[in-house]
């Protein structure tokens, strides 16, 4: 199984609103992911969770801030967004690639779509 | 700093036509390379890898082959379908980015549509 989920699929959210985004996987895999991508470009890195903590903020505005409760769940807390911030917003997960024979894939979710009005 | 260079397109052909894609990349280690194909309104799916020179991925008809002499890593299938319409996505992955995550550095994405 190789399928990392996400929930919503769609969000609509006004500039003072609080919203979250989840993510899930249950493959074992211990760092995960979140990225942005826009229209007709590829994905952005925001931020890198392993083994449950921060390992990497790609300078990201603090209106987002991610939290990773457990290895399997992954969230994205929305804060005070513009409609910049408009996106479809994803998810991704990869085994530690330190061990033996693995091609450091990472596996990707559907995705949020994201409209800030 | 590591890079990818596709071909952007958009690529139209024919059904049954032959796909190439091209891509090149430069990196300072020993990357492993990937293609990634987003359908429509969906996420990344991975649709084949390469791990070290020489090596083929494929996988439902596509392939590519690693190749570090010209450093390229080019997407070819011998016979497209309306259903293989979607963007593409060149990418490597060598530079650790913290305890076993590793990041990935992609092409722009090369958009394929397939016509009857």
């Known amino acids: 199984d190789t399928e990392v989920t996400q929930t919503p699929k769609h969000l609509v959210m006004g500039m003072t609103n609080k919203k979250s985004l989840k993510c899930e996987q249950h493959?074992?895999?211990?760092?995960m992911y979140w990225y942005k991508q826009k229209a007709k470009k590829p994905p952005e890195l925001m931020f890198v969770y392993s083994y449950e903590k921060l390992s990497i903020n790609e300078s990201v505005p603090s209106r987002f801030s991610p939290e990773c409760p457990n290895s399997s769940l992954l969230n994205l807390h929305l804060h005070a967004l513009q409609p910049e911030d408009s996106a479809l917003y994803l998810c991704a997960s990869s085994q530690d690639g330190r061990l033996a024979g693995v091609g450091y894939e990472q596996y990707f979710g559907p995705g949020t779509r994201l409209t800030v009005t | 700093g590591n890079s990818v260079t596709q071909m952007e397109g958009p690529v139209t052909l024919s059904e049954e036509a032959f796909l190439t894609i091209n891509c090149t990349y430069t990196?300072?280690?020993?990357?492993?390379l990937f293609w990634y194909v987003q359908y429509p309104g969906e996420g990344l799916q991975l649709l084949l890898k390469?791990?070290?020179?020489?090596d083929k991925g494929s996988n439902k008809g596509f392939e590519a082959t690693y190749r570090k002499e010209t450093t390229s890593f080019h997407l070819e299938k011998g016979s497209v379908q309306v259903s293989d319409s979607a963007v593409y996505f060149c990418?490597?992955?060598?530079?650790?980015?913290?305890?076993?995550?590793?990041?990935?550095?992609f092409g722009k994405g090369t958009k394929l549509s397939v016509i009857p």
């Open positions: 990196a300072t280690g020993y990357p492993s």
């Open positions: 990418a490597l992955s060598d530079e650790p980015r913290g305890a076993g995550s590793y990041q990935l550095t």
């Open positions: 493959m074992g895999h211990r760092a």
């Open positions: 390469a791990t070290k020179a020489d």
